[in-house]
């Protein structure tokens, strides 16, 4: 799968033409959604439990899971990164 960040057009001067905010959108979804999926790692979501876990298997799937929870959360408002790094993006090399 492409690196979202690197598929972004860019117009004059490297400032992101009006039509491409779609894409900029996306590509800050995606980040927020990829640093989502870390924190939840990093907080031991998805890790198996003692007692009655779902052996090796749960813990082949559970970045799966993870990614899964971190994009949900990212395209449901998330926790405001995405809107941030939009911004920045629109706002580009301008003064």
């Given at each position: ?11 004059i ?19 927020e ?28 799937f ?34």
């Amino acid at each position: 799968m492409p690196d979202p960040m690197m598929t972004v057009p860019r117009g004059i001067a490297g400032v992101p033409r009006a039509r491409d905010h779609d894409a900029l959108q996306k590509a800050s979804v995606a980040l927020e959604a990829t640093f989502l999926a870390e924190m939840l790692k990093h907080a031991g979501m998805g890790e198996a439990q003692d007692s009655f876990g779902g052996g090796i298997g749960e813990a082949q799937f559970a970045s799966f899971l993870q990614q899964e929870q971190a994009t949900a959360l990212a395209e449901a408002s998330g926790i405001g990164l995405a809107e941030s790094l939009f911004h920045a993006l629109v706002k580009g090399d301008r003064p």
